[in-house]
């Protein structure tokens, strides 16, 4: 069964302040690994990751995956209130987009 | 990006009766949408999916006389909660692919009193 376990649950943090936040996962047949911000209830595409070792990049968010140890990050730098939301994670297996399993979440707060 | 939108966002019902929820891709074609359901301090888990011309395919431990989907056109799915009971208060939302992405909906908060 695939299991994608996010930490850590929840992080308060100061405005200007840098976060990571982790994602390991355990999938059957890897396809990809998909980040998403997800405030007042409708998750929003933030990343989508197939290969290891690459970064990408928007603005002030960041992510990497490696294949191999089997975790991904999603960094924010110079965090924003308008960057406090629950950050989801989740897998993708070659079963398609029927087979995205989602973590639980990273409740993330910034505070002026 | 993508728009799905999904309707209503918040129901509040009596137990027993049935609600219609209605996902919508607004500027594209969705053959096929998903189904999720989120109780609280769990993960989204999914439900159901929901194939445009043909039946829907449900996950394990779903009841699909329960939980009634139509997709009866490429921008429209709809999800009936039939006979609601109070276990059955959650958030549903869907989701749609398009261009490898998956795009969701704002979901459903259900409350069965």
């Known amino acids: 069964e695939d299991k994608v376990v996010q930490s850590p649950l929840s992080l308060v943090v100061h405005e200007g302040d840098t976060v990571t936040l982790n994602c390991s996962y355990e999938v059957t047949n890897f396809r990809s690994l998909l980040w998403y911000k997800q405030e007042k209830k409708a998750p929003t595409f933030l990343f989508m990751l197939t290969s290891s070792g690459i970064e990408k990049k928007s603005g002030r968010l960041s992510s990497i995956l490696d294949k191999k140890e089997l975790f991904s990050i999603l960094n924010i730098t110079a965090t924003q209130t308008g960057d406090s939301a629950v950050y989801l994670c989740a897998v993708e297996d070659s079963g398609g987009y029927q087979k995205v399993t989602f973590g639980i979440g990273t409740k993330l707060q910034v505070i002026p | 990006g993508a728009v799905v939108s999904q309707h209503p966002s918040r129901v509040i019902c009596k137990s027993g009766t049935s609600v219609k929820i209605e996902c919508r891709s607004l500027d594209f074609q969705a053959t096929t949408m998903f189904w999720y359901r989120q109780f609280p301090k769990q993960s989204l888990m999914l439900m159901a999916t929901s194939n445009e011309g043909s039946k829907a395919t449900y996950e394990q431990g779903v009841e699909k006389d329960k939980f009634l989907i139509n997709h009866a056109s490429l921008t429209l799915s709809t999800l009936t909660v039939t006979s609601a009971h109070p276990e059955d208060s959650s958030f549903y939302i869907c989701?749609?692919?398009?261009?490898?992405?998956?795009?969701f909906g704002s979901g459903t908060q259900l409350s069965v009193l």
């Open positions: 989701s749609a692919p398009h261009d490898e992405k998956l795009f």
